[in-house]
């Protein structure tokens, strides 16, 4: 019983450490945009895994991320954890006109224990909603992987994130918000490179 409320004490500090609006706060204060995206990719040894995530896809399949991109040369991969970061991964991939053999994922994780219960009760209206073609492409995960996205370059969860993924799994290339239009050029250039 102790080391339980232990347990409880520990993430309860931790909560009021990081706040659970902290990045909000930041979006607030500097702009959907934190930073420009680069304009030349990561070398691959610089460049980290993405989140080795297996989930289901808007047709009730499930999808290993790591094992999908490894069967595809490169990758455009947006992941967002609200309805703020779906429509920056939304603006995108509206904006991308992609090659054949490209792999393109949207994860939608839903990090919240609150949340979650009502978005499963959700998942038929949101994959009526979810167009055809995107169906296997659109993916849920319910599970609060905030800490490891941050691990990953994806330091503010209140924004969309793009990211280029190459055939070993690895984030070559990121960017968040709204694009800017030589991050679109940048995703373009980038894709090319990794699909020869």
Request: aromatic share 10%; hydrophobic share 35%; glycine share 6%.
């Amino acid at each position: 019983m102790e080391y339980q409320n232990n347990q409880t004490q520990e993430l309860l500090e931790k909560a009021f450490k990081q706040g659970y609006w902290d990045d909000a706060k930041q979006v607030v204060k500097r702009g959907e945009k934190l930073w420009e995206a680069p304009v030349k990719m990561r070398v691959e040894k610089l460049s980290p895994l993405l989140l080795d995530l297996t989930c289901n896809n808007m047709s009730k399949k499930p999808v290993s991320v790591l094992e999908y991109c490894k069967s595809h040369k490169a990758n455009v991969v947006g992941i967002y954890f609200n309805a703020f970061g779906e429509k920056h991964v939304d603006s995108f991939f509206s904006r991308l006109n992609l090659p054949e053999g490209i792999g393109k994922l949207r994860i939608n994780i839903i990090p919240n224990a609150f949340q979650a219960p009502v978005m499963w009760t959700l998942l038929p209206w949101l994959r009526y909603k979810t167009p055809k073609e995107w169906r296997d492409e659109q993916l849920v995960m319910f599970k609060d992987l905030r800490e490891q996205a941050k691990s990953q370059g994806m330091e503010n969860t209140a924004v969309g994130w793009i990211n280029i993924v190459d055939q070993q799994g690895r984030v070559r290339w990121q960017a968040h918000g709204t694009p800017k239009d030589h991050e679109i050029d940048s995703i373009h250039k980038h894709v090319a490179q990794l699909s020869q």
